[in-house]
């Protein structure tokens, strides 16, 4: 039903989605009180791994991206 280079496609476009979501959560709770009950450094420490989890996705996609295939 779907090509395989359809379907890698749409995994690259997604791995970068996935970033930016991972990027924006991160930053969503470190900015906004969504979460008022939790205590502050919970919050900070966990969209600190969000912020730095999406940047280092974001790096695997680009180092794949460039490097060549074998």
């Known amino acids: 039903?779907?090509?395989?280079?359809?379907?890698a496609k749409f995994m690259i476009y997604f791995g970068y989605l996935m970033c930016v979501i991972y990027v924006c959560l991160g930053l969503?709770?470190?900015?906004?009180?969504?979460?008022?009950?939790?205590?502050?450094?919970?919050?900070?420490s966990?969209?600190?791994?969000?912020i730095a989890y999406g940047f280092f996705?974001?790096?695997?996609?680009?180092?794949k991206k460039t490097e060549p295939n074998d």
């Open 57 to 63: 996705r974001l790096a695997k996609l680009v180092t």
């Open 1 to 7: 039903m779907f090509s395989k280079e359809w379907f």
């Open 28 to 44: 969503v709770l470190l900015l906004t009180d969504i979460f008022p009950v939790k205590p502050a450094a919970l919050k900070f």
């Open 46 to 50: 966990f969209s600190l791994f969000l």
